[in-house]
């Protein structure tokens, strides 16, 4: 003999159970949280040391070679290739905008998208003047800033390198980091390259971040 | 005969007297050959108003030699200096002397260098700079050896970083390794 369907017992529980869930998501979608993981760069490999999750806040306020005053904010929209430097340097400074410049060529079209940029920490002997005939010789594009001792204190502070000015012997040497760092084209530090990576493996890590967006 | 025996002492006399006069290289005493080798010299080029640059090379010398110093008419003072890596930073310092193992190729291209401090004028493209190696030989007798190194551009990379593809030399030091 067939039973009359009974009605479910738990069927209130369960239509609560989803009113609760549907609510929640809706506090969620409006809380923005989902929002922020996108925002998030996607997880990449790369060759150099990943900083994206250290969260830096790079900046700086120099000036360039014609005196005009630079922001990192004004690099919007392209990536920025930044290495410190001075032109007394005899060998790692040339070698690294070397690197640089080779770099940029092996992006072919999508060397538009990669800003090159060299700040000296030896302000004083690195006059505009001289700066504006020493980049260029690297690639045409590269832009080199100079700025007050303490607004040179400030970017090596903000991209976390160091610097050092000695007199040793009659000549003014620098002890400087010779890692490079790249920041993306929203301005968020992402890639802290060591002095020996090759220019074809700073290659790739810029191609991940022009694709990764 | 008495003749004869002069005249074949006098024979041997001219001989040894034209050989001499003759001057061939092949009877040249193996210590007057220089003591160093230098091979690939190259000189950074500048731009107008850079004080400093490099110059780089591979030297083999024939015996336990030392290189104690350069000196070159383009510079007020050349040096040579060492690289290496202190607390993240890259440092350079000038060094009293490179040792020069016997038969064993040093190569100055970025651990060691040769730095021009004070140059006198722009470093172009086409010059060919003389400069003289200031070096002690096995018995710490003073030598030096002249050479005249071309000026490459200033865009050259010393370092195998830069060539595409290329795994850089393992020593460099650059990643913070404490360096000799």
Redesign the interface.
Known sequence: MDEAPRPRADLPWRLALLVALIALACAVVLSGLPARLLARPAAVAFHGRDITAENWNPAFALADVEGKPRSLEQFRGRIVLLAFGY??????C??T???F??ARR?LGADADRVQGVFVTIDPE?D?A??LR??VP??DPTFIALRGTEEQTDAVTKAFRA???IIQ????T?V?????TYIVDAQGRARVVT???????ELADDLRAILKSG | MRTRRQLAALAAALACGLGQAGGAPAAQPPERAPLVTVEDPWV?GT????????AYMRLTSREDAQLVGASSPVAE?VEI?E?H??????????IERLALPAHTPVALD?DY?V???GLKHQLVVGESVPMTLHLLDARGRPESVQLRAPVR????????????????AAG?G??GTPHG
């Open positions: 032109t007394h340097c005899p060998d790692v040339p070698t905008l070397a690197k410049a080779q092996l002997r006059t003047e001289l005939a020493y010789a690297f160091n610097y050092q040793y012997k009659g000549d040497l002890d400087h980091t010779a890692s060591p002095y020996d990576q090759t220019a074809a | 950074r731009v107008e108003g850079q004080t400093g640059s490099g003072r200096h690289m890596t202190v607390k993240d930073m890259m440092t350079m310092r000038r970025h260098h730095m021009f401090i551009p200033l865009a050259t990379p010393v370092h195998p970083a830069v060539l595409p593809g290329t795994a850089p460099h650059a990643t």
